[in-house]
């Protein structure tokens, strides 16, 4: 199993940034894949990104690409969102998951944080 926990979010002006982490416990070695997902109220959990372990393969949804930066620190067993120039739509719960590949479906999640946006 693995735990993941994610801690950053609050509140931010359009505009602003705001970092997201994400460690990680448990079989890492497991679930090289972690992906950070989003989900607003009232709408259907969606793809954010997802790095590798070492960090070779990265991926973003085009809504964040060129905005948002997903790293990693394996000695720390972390994953960071960086999110810049903060729109009002990307208010949502961010979560954390790991999955065993680039195209399974996450095993594992985190509790979620919630991150809003405002004017």
């Known amino acids: 199993q693995v735990q993941l926990v994610e801690t950053g979010g609050g509140l931010v002006q359009s505009g602003g940034s705001l970092r997201l982490s994400c460690a990680a416990s448990g079989r890492t070695y497991s679930r090289p894949y972690m992906a950070w997902y989003r989900q607003a109220p009232g709408k259907e959990r969606e793809f954010v990104g997802i790095?590798?372990?070492?960090?070779?393969?990265?991926q973003y949804a085009e809504s964040v690409k060129g905005r948002f930066t997903i790293s990693s620190d394996n000695a720390r067993n972390t994953v960071y969102l960086q999110m810049n120039r903060l729109k009002l739509e990307d208010t949502a719960v961010y979560y954390c998951?790991?999955?065993?590949?680039?195209?399974?479906?996450?095993?594992?999640w985190g509790q979620g944080t919630q991150v809003t946006v405002s004017s």
């Open positions: 998951a790991a999955s065993t590949t680039l195209t399974s479906p996450p095993n594992s």
């Open positions: 790095i590798s372990s070492g960090g070779t393969y990265l």
